[in-house]
């Protein structure tokens, strides 16, 4: 028999979870999807579940000097309407799904389904987010990298609910979001690619790229943005085609209903020229 709850607040949602082993439904956006039984038939729950959209302690957006925290609770939408969340992690919101979605399917549950294909994702990978998880006896911040293992699998314990996600203050001089799919809204991914870079007179002091689709789980690579970091505007140009070369080798698509490996790859080295043209060139 699969039981529901309903807390009332964030220390009974974890007291719930110290005890029982759930699911625990947000927007239910995934979920449902995910759970979906025969038409006119309720969804398919193999145990038990805990619903967390009405507890008023898990919404909102607030900022300290860690950076911006926003809470599980916090819609697609609330985010897209807050002067506070990062402008690149609205550009890709505004792109998730349709209005009607995002107005109750939450960034964290976008985090936590760890899909490939989760275009929020792309961006906390970028901007360096950490992951607050609480249970009843304590709490821990991981960074989103080390966060997401896998397809759906992420660094979460049974009795742990996710209560915020922390994007710490970057400044940078610009950025890019690309996010390709069958058209232009109410889309799946097959290639998304989020970028920032910064310049001090004619080095590149900043230089970020991630990518999402092109593998189980996104990809950023430190290695090369180190190497790019410190050359000097026309270094990066003469260097342009080694380091789509050296991309080419950690972008590692598959063939899938929505696209395939050629085309994705293609498609992300197309995307990193690019990127690099605009941050040699300023354009
Ligand atoms: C028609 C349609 C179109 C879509 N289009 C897109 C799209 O374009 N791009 C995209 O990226 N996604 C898309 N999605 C997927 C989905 O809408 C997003 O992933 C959404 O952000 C999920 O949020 P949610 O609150 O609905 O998650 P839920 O379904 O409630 O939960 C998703 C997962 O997160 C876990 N979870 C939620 N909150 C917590 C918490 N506090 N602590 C621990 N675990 C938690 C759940 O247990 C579950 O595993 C689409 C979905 C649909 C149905």
């Known amino acids: 028999m699969v039981e529901k709850y309903i807390p009332a607040s964030k220390i009974e949602a974890l007291e719930v979870l110290s005890k029982h082993d759930c699911y625990i439904v947000a927007g239910g956006s995934d979920l449902m999807v995910m759970k979906k039984n025969t038409a006119g038939l309720a969804p398919k729950f193999d145990k038990d579940i805990l619903y967390t959209s009405h507890i008023d302690e898990l919404k909102g957006i607030y900022e300290d000097e860690a950076g911006v925290h926003v809470k599980a609770g916090t819609t697609l939408d609330e985010v897209l309407n807050s002067k506070l969340a990062p402008a690149l992690l609205k550009k890709a919101v505004s792109q998730v799904a349709s209005a009607n979605i995002r ?48 397809v759906r699998k992420i660094d979460r314990h049974p009795d742990e609910l996710i209560t915020e996600l ?7 001089t610009g950025d890019m979001w690309w996010k390709v799919g069958s058209r232009k809204a109410d889309s799946i991914s097959k290639v998304m690619v989020a970028g920032y870079w910064g310049i001090r007179g004619k080095i590149v002091e900043k230089f970020a790229l991630s990518f999402g689709s092109v593998s189980i789980k996104a990809v950023r690579s430190h290695d090369i943005e180190k190497e790019i970091i410190g050359l000097s505007v026309s270094e ?16 590692t698509p598959i063939d899938d209903q929505r696209s395939n490996a050629e085309y994705r790859h293609k498609v992300a080295m197309n995307i990193v020229s690019e990127f690099i043209d605009k941050v040699v060139g300023g354009k």
């Open 103 to 150: 107005h109750f399917a939450t960034l964290v549950g976008n985090l936590a389904n760890a899909s490939p294909a989760g275009d929020t994702i792309v961006v906390d990978f970028l901007l360096d987010a950490k992951v607050k998880l609480e249970s009843v006896n304590g709490e821990r911040i991981v960074d989103v990298e080390n966060f997401v293992l896998g």
């Open 166 to 172: 922390i994007f710490p203050k970057l400044t940078y």
């Open 236 to 251: 990066l140009k003469a260097r342009k085609n080694e380091f789509i070369e050296k991309y080419g080798k950690i972008v």
